[in-house]
């Protein structure tokens, strides 16, 4: 997701840690089909939609029906706040890592052409991929032109999500992407790495060769665009995101931050280590001490890693993609940081969610099926298990729960 979006798209990652479900349960409004149709009709007359023939117009935005349900995601503010250990613990889990695996092995002729081209290295790429959609195996139903052309005419935001819209109808009229194919979230992130319309014009690749920029059905246009995405937000060739590092006892972290950049020297003279004590590379100039949370697992992050929040403003996720990415590449299994996070009660991976959940439905709960998704009834069903067990009903799921109840 891009962060051009940055408030809307912060949304959409978290629809994708806890599903689509747990963000549409509000009565969605009813919108006027006439003021709709008078919204559209005045947007073709505006700079926005220059570029756009009247034929493209009426092809695909006249007689469009407006979605409702995608204001209720506009506006909804999520209840549940994940802590980063649990955050991590689903995106970053054995499964993704055995997945990033297998398609780097996959693709790894057309990922070091596009490193060698770009200077991103593969497993980033890769890592990117995996946050995003899962390798291409979650990339969003809801048809664009409809999401944006309701969201340009209703709601927050419409000047930012008019561009959109018309940037969408840009890619159906130059024959980048099919129609019935231009689906993705509500806020209009699309494609195998999930990027906003305006973003596709900016960075998009056609590295297959077939005359088409094809995020969604192209493996190879979806990682080259990634990557040209990164490398225009600065990407260094040959240096790493960062690493973790041991902080010397008593050591102050008030100060910290990813924008604080200090020379390698300087951590060094200061007393920081790698995580299993030895010294500090030189393969950053400068980097910024991050501590996601005071006590647990401190990394020392450069330009790199803020390319990669440049991609969706937030840390965790930034240090989501960088941990995948690293994990592609090391041997053995695990997914652990050295220095645990400070809780006693760690987050669930998928597999655990969806052993949670098999135990809720044992339980009499109707929660639907197990995905390892945790929706609004699951977490209900956790509030009412939680109160049975004497635990605080947060609705959270954690690993004290799951094996109470295992």
Not at 139 to 151: A, C, H, I, K, N
Not at 167 to 187: C, D, F, M, N, V
Request: glycine content about 10%.
């Amino acid at each position: 997701m891009i962060r051009s979006a940055c408030a809307a798209l912060a949304a959409i990652s978290f629809a994708f840690l806890i599903g689509p479900a747990a963000l549409a349960q509000d009565t969605p409004p009813t919108l006027d089909p006439a003021e709709f149709s008078a919204c559209l009709n005045t947007l073709r007359g505006t700079p926005a939609f220059k570029a756009i023939t009247p034929d493209t117009f009426t092809r695909f935005a006249e007689g469009l029906v407006a979605d409702p349900s995608v204001l209720v995601s506009l506006n909804r503010q999520p209840e549940f706040t994940m802590p980063v250990w649990d955050y991590l613990a689903v995106l970053v889990d054995d499964e993704r890592v055995a997945d990033g695996r297998a398609a780097y092995a996959k693709w790894q002729s057309t990922l070091q052409q596009i490193e060698q081209q770009t200077g991103v290295a593969a497993n980033v790429i890769v890592g990117v991929w995996g946050v995003e959609s899962n390798f291409g195996q979650i990339l969003g139903g809801r048809p664009l032109v409809q999401s944006l052309g309701t969201l340009s005419c209703f709601g927050r935001r419409q000047s930012y999500f008019r561009g959109e819209f018309a940037a969408a109808l840009r890619i159906l009229q130059e024959g980048h992407i099919a129609p019935e194919k231009l689906t993705g979230s509500w806020a209009g992130a699309f494609g195998q790495t999930q990027f906003m319309p305006s973003t596709f014009f900016r960075s998009a690749v056609d590295f297959d060769g077939d005359g088409r920029r094809d995020i969604v059905d192209s493996v190879p246009d979806a990682l080259a665009s990634t990557a040209k995405f990164l490398q225009n937000a600065g990407y260094r060739r040959g240096e790493p995101w960062g690493f973790e590092v041991k902080l010397p006892a008593g050591y102050d972290t008030s100060a910290s931050g990813r924008k604080n950049k200090q020379p390698i020297g300087s951590w060094r003279a200061a007393g920081l280590t790698l995580a299993d004590g030895s010294p500090l590379p030189d393969s950053l100039p400068s980097a910024g001490l991050l501590v996601p949370a005071r006590g647990g697992p401190a990394f020392l992050v450069g330009r790199n890693f803020d390319t990669l929040y440049s991609y969706n403003a937030s840390e965790n996720y930034a240090l989501a993609i960088a941990q995948l990415s690293t994990l592609i590449m090391a041997s053995g299994s695990g997914t652990a940081f050295a220095t645990p996070w400070p809780t006693d009660d760690p987050g669930l991976s998928r597999a655990q969610n969806r052993e949670l959940q098999i135990l809720l439905i044992a339980h009499g709960y109707d929660i639907g099926g197990a995905d390892g998704v945790l929706g609004p009834k699951t977490r209900e069903a956790i509030k009412a298990e939680q109160q049975k067990l004497g635990m605080k009903p947060d609705g959270r799921a954690g690993q004290k729960l799951l094996k109470a109840l295992q």
